[in-house]
């Protein structure tokens, strides 16, 4: 049963209170039986499949919500997927100490099957952010409500060790994109990661100190060639923003958000990005158009939050939550104002119309109305939990 006590509902007539409720019914209910969440459960590209960035993040919001077993259980997803990989880790280190990097083809995948398999469809695979982010949600979940980590400790070893041999290696971003660069929000995921774990007294004494060694060259790395004109950038060298780096500010805390660097970037990922607090991705963008993401929405929410700006944290997610649909979900994004609009059809040709739910955007939402003090807490699990399939 979730309870939720708020401020009945938002000037534009969305019960956030009712919103996060639902929300957070929804992702216990399609929670696979063995931890997973399913990134959408009806969209032909995603249907069927669980991301770590994406799910870690799901993670984090339902531990900040109340909903500790659900969050344990995608952890526990997340450690025996590493567990089933933990020879490729093995050959991938050893690869790297020897001078003699495997391809990027023979790195761990972005994406498994619900039932913990690497599927067979093709992919843009080799992203490290989420092996850095689920161990910060990991170690924010045990800290936030008194756990154990000894429950994932080896998972959060093998990542450890897969990220020190590929830290500094370009890959695909966040959105399975431009894969010959250095991604400053992948860095910050990275850095989100070692740094956790390292504090977390989960890993030898040799591996937490190159963990901080390397998570103070990725941050340093960030700083010297990931800024442009005070601001985070898009990748290494790069000029434009991207609505992904407010999660290096906050939820991840990578940097300070009252720092100055955080608060030019904040204000650069807004001037950039938003209309009427809705976020898109980057200005480039062409995935059905290039609409906006009511999940990027609540993410800068939360960097606004964290930079103390309330109000603006809150018309953040007051927009987020009128994305909603008739059916009470949220999507991945919405086309009011695309950005390549003669772009838009040729992904509904390909893949359908526009992810809906997509979890991640619920699992936003509910993150930032309870870092508002919008919403109350989950006692326990869902009273009927479905799997996903």
């Not at 020190?164 to 966040?174: E, F, K, Q, S």
């Amino acid at each position: 049963m979730t309870h939720v006590t708020t401020d009945p509902s938002t000037p534009r007539g969305v019960d956030l209170a009712d919103l996060v409720q639902r929300s957070v019914a929804l992702i216990e209910r399609l929670q696979h039986d063995g931890g997973a969440y399913p990134a959408s459960p009806t969209f032909s590209a995603y249907r069927g499949y669980s991301w770590f960035r994406d799910g870690a993040f799901i993670a984090d919001a339902m531990s900040a919500a109340g909903s500790v077993e659900s969050a344990s259980r995608f952890f526990d997803w997340c450690d025996r997927m590493l567990a089933e990989h933990s020879g490729e880790v093995a050959e991938i280190v050893a690869a790297e100490a020897a001078g003699t990097p495997l391809p990027d083809d023979r790195m761990l995948p972005t994406r498994f099957t619900l039932d913990g398999s690497e599927g067979d469809d093709d992919w843009w695979d080799f992203q490290t952010d989420g092996y850095g982010t689920w161990v910060w949600a990991a170690v924010s979940h045990a800290r936030r409500h008194g756990l154990s980590l000894e429950r994932w400790a080896s998972g959060i070893r093998l990542s450890v060790d897969y990220l020190l041999a590929t830290a500094h290696r370009p890959c695909y971003d966040w959105w399975e994109e431009h894969r010959d660069e250095v991604h400053v929000s992948t860095l910050g995921c990275i850095v989100a990661g070692l740094e956790a774990a390292a504090d977390a007294d989960v890993l030898p004494a040799a591996t937490a100190a190159r963990a901080r060694t390397t998570a103070e060259e990725c941050r340093a790395l960030m700083i010297e060639r990931g800024t442009h004109d005070g601001h985070l950038a898009k990748w290494l060298g790069a000029s434009a923003v991207d609505a992904s780096l407010a999660a290096v500010i906050a939820p991840l805390g990578v940097i300070d958000a009252t720092s100055t660097l955080g608060l030019v970037s904040i204000r650069a990922i807004d001037d950039a990005l938003s209309v009427d607090g809705g976020v898109h991705r980057y200005l480039d963008d062409t995935f059905f158009g290039g609409g906006q993401w009511p999940l990027l929405s609540c993410m800068l929410g939360l960097a606004y939050a964290a930079a103390g700006d309330l109000d603006r944290a809150r018309a953040q997610l007051e927009w987020a939550a009128c994305t909603e649909t008739a059916e009470g979900f949220l999507p991945e994004q919405v086309g009011d104002h695309l950005l390549a609009p003669d772009r838009e059809q040729e992904w509904i040709e390909r893949w359908g119309p526009v992810a809906t739910p997509l979890l991640w955007s619920h699992a936003m939402v509910v993150r930032l109305a309870v870092e508002l003090g919008v919403a109350g807490t989950v006692d326990g699990p869902a009273d009927a939990r479905e799997g996903a399939s």
